[in-house]
């Protein structure tokens, strides 16, 4: 059962990669179809794209590094490996936080509060998520540059040089670490606290709405209660998000080249690529449409 279990690993990777694959590029050959019809396009289908687009690189690499790791070591010289590593920093990271994006988005479009800050930020939707985007570019400069440090380090441990690599290696571990938390644990917070404040909001209009007659309750609870239905990908998306976090920081401590519990939790953090997206899909009205519409 355990020599099976590599091969049952491979299969859901592969699944999990073509399946992925269509759904993203799904979502983002639709939002350009759209956008070359309308010459123009939404700032929520501008994410979507970028997130896709963003995680088709991500399972690419994905599938790269379970190749290497599964079945040929020798591929991953140290040029495709230093790439390969520095895709999926990128990939990842605009994946998150687009993803982070996408929720504040839904936020500020959805929710109603009667606060002149959130008035502001409602006003300013497109400008707050351009802002976010550009503050991730910091978070990614310092994670490529503990990743450049760390490798100059292994070059000198090559080279005899073991005096620098055994002060330094604590220092780069713990930078590392902290960095890759951060990077993780800061859109998954943004996220949270968007679809609390959204379920905050739907709890205010119903508690005012019990106050009014009930033919304007249903309306109105319905008008609000279709954005948090449509938008539900939220909830999922925190729930797929923990369980990547969590694959991740196996990965990260465990040597996972040649533990099974640690190749179990990647094919864990390849499914959040995956599935997300279908859940992104099913919770778009547009792309819900269009993906129907190509099944019939």
Not at 174 to 202: D, K
Not at 272 to 296: D, E, M, T, V
């Amino acid at each position: 059962m355990i020599s099976l279990l590599p091969s049952i690993l491979s299969i859901l990777v592969i699944a999990d990669f073509v399946v992925g694959n269509f759904a993203n590029v799904f979502i983002a050959l639709v939002s350009c179809i759209d956008w070359v019809k309308g010459q123009k396009i939404y700032c929520a289908d501008g994410i979507l794209t970028a997130l896709a687009v963003s995680r088709i690189a991500l399972l690419w690499v994905i599938l790269l590094n379970w190749y290497a790791t599964m079945y040929n070591s020798a591929f991953y010289c140290s040029i495709v490996s230093t790439f390969a590593y520095i895709t999926w920093i990128v990939s990842n990271q605009f994946s998150l936080w687009l993803s982070a994006n996408l929720s504040i988005l839904y936020l500020l479009k959805i929710a109603n509060f009667s606060s002149l800050f959130f008035l502001h930020l409602k006003w300013k939707a497109k400008r707050v998520v351009l802002m976010i985007l550009l503050g991730t570019l910091v978070f990614l400069v310092c994670h490529l540059a503990v990743m450049s440090i760390d490798e100059k380090m292994q070059m000198r441990a090559c080279e005899g040089n073991l005096t620098l690599v055994i002060i330094m290696e604590d220092i780069v571990c713990l930078s590392n670490m902290t960095v890759f938390t951060i990077v993780h644990v800061v859109p998954f917070t943004m996220s949270l606290m968007a679809l609390l404040l959204l379920f905050f909001s739907l709890w205010k209009h119903l508690k005012k709405m019990q106050l009014s007659g009930k033919g304007s309750q249903v309306a109105s609870t319905k008008v609000h209660v279709r954005p948090m239905q449509t938008h539900g990908s939220v909830i999922s998306f925190l729930l797929l998000f923990f369980i990547y976090f969590l694959a991740q920081i196996i990965a990260k401590w465990n040597a996972w080249q040649n533990n099974l519990v640690g190749m179990f939790f990647q094919v864990l953090g390849l499914l959040y690529s995956a599935s997300h997206s279908f859940i992104l899909i099913w919770g778009n009205r547009k792309l819900r449409q269009a993906i129907l519409s190509f099944l019939w």
